[in-house]
């Protein structure tokens, strides 16, 4: 284990704020604690987004029809929502439609999404911007609402899209994000006040789609929805999850405990849930039997069951689902790359016969953090491509199909960009660091070599980087309370502060292990609570806890943790919650009997 400072970190005890804000970039510490709407950028900064507003209203004034493409994520569903919501809030009765996509983790006008004849517009909200080809052969007019970078030129859709909008500064926003701007050019043009109404699915969509929140107007526009939640089924995901939440709606909450719910149902449920899931973010209200299950203290009975509480149930067991299969996958992928084990600058596996293709991302992600390097893994499809562009032929051929991501803190900017530079791979398209790839069959090896090239002189540093390097003495109740406030702040770019505590020197009865599984490591220092949770063995202080009996046998380590106030029935605990230690002596039985 290793642990340094932030670079030019103050490390000032006096000021906790500004200390661990400046060490993740922050340096108007007071502007971000209080930030106002003089940090969102006005939507005529993006590009097209008159052209767009144009072609909607023309379509608008005729009662076309529209239809709105959901893409498979969170960021498409509140994206997609907001739209069709506002359209509806606008004319109740005005011929608007959603397309949902057939197959699980689809994306954009993949060969799955139909358009039936009748539409005359097509708004594509957080995809399409790549959709060049499938744009063209529509034939119709497309509005595309995304955030995700150009890789193609796309002739046939107006495109509004931050990333490629010079004038607006902010790239980290999602396509709710976009879709929030849309709708607030739809007010002045239509002389509404909607467009704020959807804040709230457009914080949920920043926060599930980890936009980074050093960006103020993104922090802003999360602070405006999680203040004022106005969705039904948005709050029936919060009041399913509030114990686990302690009551405290803010981003890592919902980050931890309401997007990974939703994302379990888009990843792998059925199609009927998935579209009963989207039907209660639209609020269809509607109510459906349920045959409650028997307790010891109550029989089974048949209840009268909301969309948004059905929506809730569904998506829980669709998560407990994925999260079984998940850790399946993850055990059988860890076993083979054990049994091949390789010094490849990036780990990369053929996973056809292992993981469910909705998981691959959440999968690669995991062996990512697990072998701290890059992660590519892929699954073998069938893919349809131009043979003739004259005859407009087709054929047919056997390809990769994956998912890529990067590790934290990697020294590596963009992944995706060194996968573009490799001539072995078709593409990589979709965010920096969390995208998909297409590669030739036959092409596997020569991938894996030309990634070794380019990467040859990228060192993986897993060292942990704290706000704090402290000896044991040091480390105060008030600290710990001044560092809990971060606990409503921290998200994608503002991690949770770290401490590193050095020179803690215990005997043996001062441990425990404890827990259902005997897998968890608690002792207490003055008045704080250390813990570390689901030990392991070659953990070396839980392994030496595990053979050492006698009560006064010593051992010395440090640690890497995160602070916290622990609060349950009332009783409010400080705590350091153990990411990692390293032992620096002990003495055992084994030891005893060598001197004796």
């Not at 358009?115 to 595309?144: M, V, W, Y």
């Not at 004038?167 to 396509?175: A, E, L």
């Not at 971060?486 to 770019?493: E, M, R, T, V």
Request: charged share 30%; glycine share 4%; aromatic share 8%.
């Amino acid at each position: 284990m290793q642990y340094r400072l932030y670079d030019g970190s103050k490390s000032s005890k006096s000021n906790v704020l500004e200390t661990v804000l400046e060490n993740r970039g922050i340096t108007d510490c007071y502007r971000y604690m209080n930030l106002d709407d003089s940090v969102i950028i006005p939507y005529k900064k993006l590009d097209n987004i008159d052209e767009a507003v144009d072609c909607f209203e023309k379509h608008y004034e005729n009662e076309n029809t529209i239809a709105i493409l959901v893409d498979e994520d969170v960021d498409g569903f509140c994206s997609a929502g907001m739209m069709y919501s506002y359209i509806k809030e606008m004319n109740p009765n005005y011929p608007v439609k959603y397309i949902l996509h057939g197959k699980n983790k689809a994306h954009g006008l993949s060969n799955d999404v139909i358009i039936t004849d009748d539409i005359k517009l097509l708004i594509i909200p957080d995809a399409g911007t790549n959709d060049s080809e499938q744009c063209e052969k529509l034939k119709i007019d497309i509005i595309i609402l995304d955030h995700h970078e150009k890789e193609e030129d796309n002739e046939h859709a107006i495109i509004v899209n931050n990333q490629m909008s010079k004038s607006y500064s902010n790239k980290d926003f999602c396509g709710a994000g976009i879709v929030y701007k849309f709708l607030q050019a739809l007010d002045e043009r239509f002389w509404n006040e909607y467009a704020d109404n959807y804040l709230d699915l457009c914080a949920l969509a920043n926060i599930s789609d980890v936009m980074d929140i050093r960006s103020l107007e993104t922090k802003r526009i999360i602070n405006k929805g999680l203040s004022n939640i106005r969705n039904k089924c948005f709050s029936s995901f919060i009041e399913a999850q509030n114990y686990s939440m302690n009551g405290r709606i803010n981003i890592h909450n919902i980050q931890w405990y309401i997007t990974p719910v939703i994302n379990g149902m888009i990843r792998i449920g059925d199609q009927e849930e998935k579209e009963l899931l989207f039907r209660s973010f639209i609020e269809q209200d509607e109510f459906f039997e349920y045959k409650t299950r028997a307790r010891k203290d109550k029989p089974s009975e048949i209840i009268q069951e909301s969309i948004y509480d059905k929506a809730v149930r569904l998506s829980k067991n669709a998560k407990s689902r994925q999260d079984k299969l998940k850790e399946k996958s993850v055990d059988k992928i860890v076993e083979i790359i054990k049994k091949t084990p390789n010094d490849n600058k990036i780990t990369i596996l053929d996973v056809t016969n292992l993981l469910n293709n909705g998981l691959s991302g959440l999968v690669a992600m995991k062996i990512a953090e697990l072998f701290n390097k890059p992660c590519i893994l892929l699954n073998q499809y069938i893919e349809t491509v131009k043979k003739d562009d004259k005859k407009k032929t087709t054929m047919e051929r056997l390809v990769y199909g994956g998912s890529a991501r990067n590790i934290d803190h990697s020294p590596i900017d963009s992944f995706k960009d060194v996968i573009n530079s490799s001539s072995a791979f078709n593409w990589g398209k979709g965010h920096a660091n969390a995208f998909g790839v297409n590669l030739d069959i036959d092409k596997l090896d020569e991938a894996i070599n030309s990634l070794n090239y380019i990467l040859q002189d990228v060192e993986y540093d897993s060292t942990y980087r704290c706000d704090y390097i402290l000896d044991i003495s040091e480390v105060t109740a008030k600290l710990i309370v001044d560092l809990n406030q971060f606990s409503d702040i921290i998200g994608q770019g503002i991690n949770e502060p770290m401490l590193a505590i050095e020179n803690i020197s215990l005997d043996r009865v001062e441990l425990d292990i404890i827990g259902k599984n005997s897998d968890t490591i608690k002792f207490k220092v003055g008045d704080i609570e250390y813990v570390q949770f689901k030990c392991k063995e070659g953990n070396e202080l839980f392994d030496w806890l595990n053979t050492c009996w006698d009560d006064e046998n010593n051992i010395t380590f440090n640690i890497v943790g995160k602070p916290m106030v622990n609060e349950y029935n009332g009783v409010k605990t400080m705590q350091i919650v153990i990411q990692d230690l390293v032992v620096i002596n002990k003495t055992d039985q084994e030891d005893e009997e060598d001197v004796w």
